[in-house]
């Protein structure tokens, strides 16, 4: 994982799309599947979690970048049915 902003060094080829690690940039070596990708911390003490990624078709272009990023959408925890179905 790393923060670094879209138009920074780095090798990542994937971003976080929704839920807790949106915008995030990650490398990734599948083509189809579901991640679990670590939440970043807010403090060193916090306690450390993650959040599930959907791999996509989804391509997302960034100015003065040749390559695009594989569009990961968060797979949000189901809802609970107010009438607990």
Known sequence: MTGDPPDGPH???AI????????MLTH???DIGTLTIPVPRRSPSAPQTSARYRVTRERVRYFGR????IALH???P???CPYGH
Not at 66 to 69: H, N
């Open 11 to 13: 090798d990542c080829n």
């Open 16 to 23: 976080c799309l929704g839920g807790p690690c949106h915008g």
């Open 28 to 30: 990734i070596d599948q």
């Open 66 to 69: 040749a390559e695009p990023y």
């Open 74 to 76: 968060w797979a949000a």
């Open 78 to 80: 189901p809802s609970r």
